[in-house]
Every structure is written in C-alpha cells, then in structure tokens.
C-alpha cells in the first residue's frame, strides 16, 4: 500500500519506517528540514514543506496514496488545520492523532476515518502489563473483551491439550498456540522462533515455553 505521513516527529518518523520495513511505500511531509534530512534515505519520499497553506499542501500526493496519516502532535493549531485542508480538498481516507480530550473532540468532528492516540494506548497497554504481568500482551477489543498474549501458565504443563476446555472452563476462546522452534537462516545461525502448533494430534501436551492467544474478558483471564 501507499502511505503519506505528515508529520515526522517522534511517532511519525517510527510510523514511517514500520511501515517502510513491511513492504509498503511510505511519502513523508513535515514543516522541518532536520526531520526531513534525517530520515529521507528510508522512506520513499519526503518533502519539507507546511501543510497548513493549502497551496503547499497541494504539492503532495494526496489523491494518489491509499491513506493519508497526520501525525502531528505538538502543535495542535498544525494539525486540526492540516485535517481541514485535507477534507476541504476531498482526501477520502483519513487517520490523525490526538493528543488530549480537546484535540480528540475536534478531530471527530471532522468525521475522519480514524483517531490516533498512542500516548492513551501505551499507558493502558503498561497499565495492563502492570496489573495482569509483564509477560502478558493485551489488544482491546470493546468495553469487555480483549486479545491476550502470554506464556502458559505453569499449572497447564504437562496436561493434555484435548482435556482443556477453554471455553466451557474458562470463557475463553484461543485464538492460537505457538511453540519456539529453532531456526537456521541463510547465514548458518540458529535461533529460536514462535512456530504455529498443531494441538489436534492425540497426546500432545502443554511445555512450559508454548504461548497462547486468546480472546474474552479480563476477568476470565485472571480466572484462568
């Protein structure tokens, strides 16, 4: 796919070549040329220039990108301005972030595709990592679920995984089991990686290092 971030700072820029190193091309835009030089030779594109004058924003491509991402911060006058011109000029798909509840109400106001708040997101992934354990990832689905991910606890080594009943014991639902299997990569060197694990073959049991995703309620997580 092709991506326009405007807005390189911090997020912006980690955004860009995440993105960058999945395979997609990325064009980047920011008002600063130090931001620019520093990470225009890993993008596809990147131009210095203000999105805030709608003549300058005319430059991009903001016709031609399959989603358009402000990921301005900061200065929150840059982006609510650079997401009007952006509507006012008919851009269909649009994600901005917002930095605090004010910010937030305006952006939804412009009726955009998608609110961006990772500063939000971190504290409540931390928040959760906190209450249920370091090990665990957590992904909010709505109000009551969510997707975890967390090495089995030690109570389920050894067992059989046909005489775990997840749903009926635990409300949960597993989404996948993986295993670490070691790998060797075209440089000879071995290392280890979380491999799909086929639970359905009779006798396979649970080893202490097998990760599970599940989906359901944090209080049936803490259940289990």
């Known amino acids: ?6 807005g390189l700072g911090i997020y912006g820029s980690n955004l860009a070549l995440d993105l960058t190193a999945q395979g997609h091309e990325v064009i980047g835009a920011d008002i600063s040329r130090n931001t620019i030089d520093s990470i225009k030779d890993y993008i596809a594109t990147a131009y ?13 491509p903001i016709h031609n990108v399959d989603l358009v991402i402000v990921a301005i911060g900061e200065n929150f006058g840059a982006s609510v301005k650079t997401v009007a011109l952006l509507k006012k ?13 004010l910010h937030l109400s305006i952006l939804q106001s412009f009726n955009i595709d998608h609110i961006l708040q990772p500063e939000q997101r971190a504290a409540l992934d931390l928040t959760h990592e906190m ?3 370091n090990d665990v990832e957590t992904l909010k689905v709505d109000e009551n679920n969510y ?28 989404v996948s089991i993986s295993r670490p299997a070691e790998k060797t990569n075209f440089l000879g060197l071995k290392s280890k990686q979380l491999m799909p694990l086929d639970v359905s073959a009779p006798g396979t049991t649970v080893a202490a ?7 359901g309620s944090l209080k049936a997580f803490r259940s289990l």
């Open 209 to 215: 290092d097998d990760q599970w995703v599940v989906f």
């Open 48 to 60: 210095v220039l203000d999105t805030t004058e709608e003549a300058s924003l005319g430059v991009l």
């Open 131 to 133: 209450a249920l354990g």
């Open 1 to 6: 796919m092709r991506y326009l971030i405007i």
């Open 89 to 101: 000029s008919g851009v269909k798909k649009i994600y901005a972030r917002a930095i605090d509840p």
């Open 147 to 174: 997707i975890l991910k967390f090495k089995v606890p030690q109570y389920f080594v050894g067992l059989e995984y046909a005489d775990i009943d997840f749903a009926q014991q635990y409300g949960l639902k597993i």
